[in-house]
Structures are given as C-alpha cells and as structure tokens.
DNA sequence: GTTGCCCTAGACAGACCTGTCTGATAGCTT
DNA sequence: AAGCTATCAGACAGGTCTGTCTAGGGCAAC
C-alpha cells in the first residue's frame, strides 16, 4: 500500500562483471588495514559502492570472501618474493638471500602491517577453511624455498629451507608490530650468514 | 508491582578477593586459544561463575582485561624463557641457544597456539595500548637477549639479538599455523648456527 | 543488631553484525 | 518495443556484543 516512491536516483552504476573485483578490491584494503573480524561486510559494501544484494550473489558469506581475499594476498606475494628471487640474478644461492628484499619492499610500503595470512591465522579456529588456506600458502613458499635450496646444492636443504622460512615468518611477524626497516635488512643479512654457513662457500 | 521472588537460592559463592583471579584466568584461558574479539564477555563471564557486576567492578571495559591478560602472559612467558636459558647453563653463549627449548616446550603444549602478543597485534589496530603493550614486551624480549649476546662477547650484540628475535618470533608465528616441534627443533638448530657464526666459537 | 562490603542474579539498552527479501532501474540484445 | 540480466536502494529479521542498572544475599567487624 506504499505508494510506488517517485524512484530515487542512482549515483554511478557500477558496469556489468565489475562488480566483483570492486568488491574485492575494497576487501583487500579493509581486512588487510584492520584485520576479518573488524572489518565488517556493511563496512565493505558500502564502501565499495555496491548494493548488498550484489555482495551477496558474488559472495554467499563472509568467509567466501576472506577466502578470495587470502587468494588475491598469495598471488601478490608470492609474485613479489618471486621477482626479489630472480632480481638477484641466476644464481640459487643469491636468490636465496634475494628474497629477503621482497621484505624490505613491503615494510616501506604504507599501511604495512605484518603478514595477511599469520594475522588471518591468528583470527581464525584451527579446522577452518581460512585457517587451512594460511597453512598451504606457507607450505608453497617453504616448497619454493626448499626448492632453490636444492639447486644451490644445499647438503641439507630441508634445513635450510626451514631456517630461512622461520627468518622470513620472523620478518612479517614483526611487521606487525612496526613496520620498523631495520628488521628487513636484519633479516636479508641473518640469511646471508645462513646460506653462508649452509652451503660452505660464499655466495 | 512484582512479587518479591522467594530468593533463587546462590550457587557457589566466590570468596571475596578472589573473583578477579578467577575472572583472569578464565580470560586468560579463552583469550588465547579464540583470540581477543571471539571470546566475547559474556563468556567469560558465564566461565569464570562470576556475577556481571562484579566483572565490571574488577575490569570497566574489556580492553582493560585484555591488558591485564597479556601482562601475565608477559610474566608467563619471560619466565619460561629465563628459566629455559638459564637450563643450558652458566656460558650466555650456550644461553643465547638454550632459551630456544622454551619453544620448543610450549610447541609440546596442548592448545599451543603461537605467540599470544603477535596474535593480539594482528587483531588491535596500531596506537591502541593493547598494541603498544605488544611492542614493549618484544623490545623487553630483545634487550634481554642482547644482553646475552654481550655477555658473550659478541661483536656486534645488536646484530645477534635482532637475527636471533627474528628466528624466535618466526618459530612462535608459525605456532599458530601447526604446532610442529620440527619448527622449534629447527629454530634451536638455527640459532646455534647464527650464534656459533656471530662469536667466531663454538659454543 | 546494625553497618558496610563484596558478592549473585538477571533484566535491559543500544549498538553492531550477518544475511534475506522486495521492488525498482539501467542498458544491452533481440 | 519487449525482454533479459545485472545492478541499486534499503527495509527487515534475528543474533551477538558490550556495558548499565536494579534488587537482593551472605558475612564479618563493630
């Protein structure tokens, strides 16, 4: 019996498929600046300019799109210590420590605030599917690791691996306490001395 | 206009003096293992068989809880460290590897879930106190452990404290991923290494 | 006995949070 | 022009959260 409300203007349609990656975008900012639990999806929505319904049709529940947030967060990531990696030439050893750059890149960076997925972790029960997605991106990377560590002929590589993965989650750990670049350099100089120490020769 | 209610007759009451103590353990309890913003009030509460009055007397408003919870997380852990340190014998070089076995006590723990300070960072905005009190207690951290690596005779003790922090906040952030002792064991690996490469000895 | 303190029980307010639903609009395709 | 689909606007429900308030019960000291 309402009368039929003589139709409210729209402000700024959003085009037809985009409305996700705008979604998304907003998501990647808010959770990341001020953690999933704080963050909330009328927060979100509302900043990414969006009507609730469409939130909802892209992303059925909040977990849906912490999931894609976390996804987005690896891609980014992982891209970054992989162009660290390889900017410090050919050689695996080097790449080794040269990731360790990719550290120091992200704590200049502002709103640095520590590691998505150790912070996603610590918000989420152990058993959830947030909490398993932190655990194989850290799996990927010390994969990764361990890999470079065996073409730079490591005679333990799994060791090695696992030294420089703890200096590393040390890194983004501390990260979220200050952004402090101290620590990133620390960082890239404690792997130094341990592919140093791990390979017998210096890279 | 209410009938004055034949007195529901009290469960339990807690001695006076001892409901804060009650309150703080339970929170300490449910803090850690759900995180600060999971464990709501109510529960801890209801857990700890206190009135809601009587919270609010001890603890106005839950950050002021909080606080309290991660000073005695501070006591706790410091304690753990110190007594783990002090285990390896009178030598600070030995120290400096030694503290690494109180990480590798708590990964043994049930319901070890890494760092409670990293954990509460990743969930407080930076400028809250519960975030500066996380600083404070990893800067105590370092200058003890830089002490250490003074009384050593390390050559560069800042460098020393900083690699060997790093290595430890990397074995207590992956703690709340899995709690794998293979992460403490190889922490202490690692830091044996770094402290055997920084004295120019073998401890 | 009376006073004072600490405790219990639980209703209540007000904010916020997630998720559902209705109905209308824009713009492309046919 | 008609239809289709993606979007917008926002009310609404049901839950949870923090924090306040009222009313009373047990106990010890005076």
């Not at 609730?52 to 909040?62: E, G, I, L, S």
């Not at 410090?88 to 790449?95: E, S």
């Not at 850290?138 to 590589?157: C, F, S, Y």
Request: one cysteine or more; proline letters at 6%.
């Amino acid at each position: 019996m309402t009368p039929p409300a003589a139709a409210a203007p729209q402000a700024a349609r959003t085009p037809p498929g985009q409305a996700r990656d705008k979604i998304l975008a907003t998501a990647f900012r808010l959770f990341y600046a001020q953690g999933l639990r704080a963050a909330g999806i009328d927060t979100i929505i509302a900043e990414s300019g969006v009507a609730k319904a469409t939130f909802y049709k892209y992303f059925p529940a909040k977990d849906d799109l912490i999931l894609a947030y976390l996804e987005e967060v690896d891609g980014v990531w992982t891209g970054q210590l992989h162009a660290a990696a390889e900017a410090a030439g050919p050689d695996p050893a080097a790449q080794l420590v040269g990731l360790f750059d990719a550290l120091a890149s992200a704590c200049r960076r502002d709103g640095y605030r520590g590691c998505a997925f150790i912070n996603a972790a610590a918000e989420s029960a152990s058993g959830t599917r947030i909490h398993a997605r932190t655990v194989a991106h850290k799996e990927h990377i010390r994969a990764w690791i361990r890999n470079l560590a065996v073409q730079a002929g490591a005679p333990d590589p799994d060791q090695l691996a696992r030294s420089l993965t703890l200096v590393l989650d040390g890194g983004l750990a501390s990260g979220v306490l200050d952004a402090d670049p101290a620590a990133a350099t620390a960082a890239r100089h404690t792997a130094a001395q341990l592919v140093s120490a791990n390979l017998g020769r210096n890279p």
